[in-house]
């Protein structure tokens, strides 16, 4: 696979979560207790194997620079450039001075400063650079903000609290094969001025993953919603874990594995659980055999197996387990952390 770089919009001003955002960018919001979404966007970068990233920045940029420098802590490894704009003149501008810090025709990944989602960015990057088009956005299901009702006839059949629409948005983050050409447009809003361009000249292919994590965060409200869901979340490498239930006398974990990646190889001392697979497919990898698994399968894993859960397609499983919460010892890491 070619090199690829990053870019983060992170510039705006974020006037819809004042007045958190008069002192700190939208970016550096915190979803989880120290965990920005620029926190989360630089790991997803990271953990594809990205290895440079253009911060395009604008309003109080320093406050980027000071948290991150040139790639620090847990972000070591990421190299991080800052391309400020002077003057805020939309996202057309703030990519247009990123390309041209960038140079040359090197290919890039190109996400908002403000979305937080599950997204295959390793896959994207594969999916576009095998296409015939110059340039591929990320779309998504658009969710209803509203509850809906069916009817048939004159009767009210059923209510259904806001669900997936056969629609799709663009979900916010872009692959280029190497510089666009922005035409006549020095500025604006690239989604509205270059894009409906692109599309009429059959230059804009798309990538979706259905069913994944998405969320924009733009309000008050959509930061409650991204908060409540990082309560008990925790990224990982390949994915995330999550907190469903923790009693004295069992656990419950729901686990989300990226296409291609794997956890650890590992092993549990105290630890009895029971894997069951609500979608996607893979293998569990033991020292001297694999299971494979698909959707509705059960599998289990007694104390001192050594093992790691590999994801041939987006798997989601619920692990039900005995309450040992911590019990995971881990015998090799497949990436840093």
Known sequence: MTETVGM?????????????????????????????????????????????????????SEKIEERYGGGKGRYEGIKLH??????????????????????????????????????????MISQGEQSNYPFSIFITQMQSPYGIVEINGDRLVSFKEKPLLDYYINGGVYFSKGTINFGEFENGDIEKTL?????????????????????AIDTNKELELIQKEYENRTDKPWGYEKVLIYTDKYLTKELFIKEGYQTSFHYHENKDETMYITNGAGYIEFEDKKEYFGKNDTIRIEPGIRHSIVATENTTLQEVSTPFLDDTIRVNDFYSR
């Not at 990233?53 to 309003?59: A, E, R």
């Not at 041209?100 to 960015?121: A, T, W």
């Not at 894009?195 to 969320?215: C, H, Q, S, V």
């Open 8 to 60: 983060i919009l992170s510039g705006g001003f974020g006037k819809r979560l004042k007045p958190m955002t008069e002192k700190i960018p939208k970016p550096l919001v915190e979803i989880k207790d120290n965990y920005t979404i620029m926190d989360k966007q630089l790991l997803d970068f990271k953990n594809a194997g990205i290895k440079e990233v253009y911060l395009l920045t604008g309003f109080l």
């Open 82 to 123: 800052y391309v400020i704009e002077d003057e805020p003149l939309g996202t057309l501008n703030a990519i247009r001075l990123g390309m041209d810090k960038l140079g040359g025709e090197k290919q890039c990944i190109i996400r908002n400063g403000d979305v937080v989602s599950d997204l295959n960015i390793k896959k």
């Open 195 to 215: 894009f409906p361009i692109m599309a009429r000249e059959n230059k804009l292919t798309y990538y979706k993953e259905d069913g994944l994590f998405w969320m």
